[in-house]
């Protein structure tokens, strides 16, 4: 089936400092990609949605400013965690869908959990 | 808005005991998607099936089977004979269909089960 792999997979900062996530598609071409962020004992809320070489398209009540997205290839999202605080402490994964996996479904990355001190 | 309701928070077992984990949708879309995940403690989501609106049909995999009923809204999950490896959040999720038709339009999440199985 599709891969898809997110870097790194845990990272603690400080606060203030701003953090970026990977998400690759490994064997295909993610023409979507989405972003979810998951607090502890919570379930999956999607952030925003991104198509490849288009601005990403964010949920209400998803600071764009604060979390930036950019999808400039089809194999590569990136999410920007910016002046990130504890609140943002939080298990981020990503989805990807497009050509040459099966139309059946996302494929999820491993997620990424994010520490703010 | 697309809404999922999954009812029951935690559910624990005994190991080989038979576990259903109810799922309620709402939509207004005439094409839509369900999905069933699993997240074991790890954290990353393991896909157990896909349903489109169209298809009703009951499916069996194993020990796993999906009731889905368009008249009540509902896509229900049972485990036969469930077994401590079964322990895990289950998900499902509810996607409208993208602009080209396909599945993987926005998924909507149920707030999760919390299934413990014990030996």
């Known amino acids: 089936g599709a891969v898809v792999s997110q870097h790194p997979s845990r990272v603690i900062c400080k606060s203030g400092t701003s953090v970026k996530i990977e998400c690759r598609s490994l064997d295909f071409q993610a023409t979507t990609m989405f972003w979810y962020r998951q607090f502890p004992k919570q379930s999956l809320m999607l952030m925003a949605t991104s198509n490849e070489g288009s601005k990403a398209t964010y949920e209400q009540g998803v600071e764009k400013d604060k979390f930036l997205i950019n999808h400039a290839s089809l194999t590569l999202s990136t999410l920007t965690v910016t002046s990130a605080h504890p609140e943002d402490s939080s298990f981020y994964i990503c989805?990807?869908?497009?050509?040459?996996?099966?139309?059946?479904?996302?494929?999820f990355g491993p997620g990424t959990r994010l520490t703010v001190l | 808005a697309q809404k999922v309701t999954q009812a029951q928070t935690e559910i624990s077992v005994v190991e080989k005991e038979d576990v259903t984990l109810d799922c309620v949708y709402e939509?207004?879309?005439?094409?839509?998607?369900l999905f069933w995940y699993k997240q074991p403690p790890s954290g990353e989501l393991v896909f157990l099936i896909r349903r489109n609106s169209f298809d009703e049909q009951n499916e069996i995999s194993g020990r796993y089977s999906w009731n889905f009923q368009k008249s009540t809204s509902s896509f229900n999950f049972t485990i036969t004979a469930s077994q401590v490896v079964d322990s895990a959040v289950y998900f499902c999720?509810?996607?409208?269909?993208?602009?080209?038709?396909?599945?993987?339009?926005?998924?909507?999440f149920g707030q999760g089960t919390i299934l413990t199985v014990h030996p």
């Open positions: 999720a509810l996607s409208e269909a993208s602009a080209g038709g396909t599945s993987y339009g926005k998924l909507t």
């Open positions: 939509t207004r879309d005439t094409t839509y998607y």
């Open positions: 989805s990807a869908a497009g050509t040459g996996a099966s139309t059946d479904t996302q494929y």
